[in-house]
């Protein structure tokens, strides 16, 4: 389920990467930033892991849009 407008709360898959150690994981979108730019920025969590950033909303895969 691929979404074009990401926002805090939305659950993410993050793609398959040896390389980093964010590869494959999960987590939750915290900071989205600046809100209402043409470029945005965007701040993932990942629990026990740590925090990834990534600007492009097709690097991810949405897996539970925040209501």
């Not at 939750?28 to 209402?36: A, Y």
């Not at 740590?50 to 909303?57: K, S």
Request: net charge negative; glycine share 12%.
């Amino acid at each position: 389920m691929q979404s074009k407008g990401i926002k805090v709360g939305d659950l993410v898959k993050l793609p398959p990467n040896p390389a980093y150690w964010w590869g494959d994981q999960i987590g939750i979108i915290d900071i989205v930033e600046p809100e209402g730019s043409s470029y945005v920025s965007y701040r993932v969590f990942v629990p026990g892991k740590g925090f990834a950033r990534f600007g492009d909303v097709n690097f991810v895969e949405v897996v539970s849009e925040n209501r």
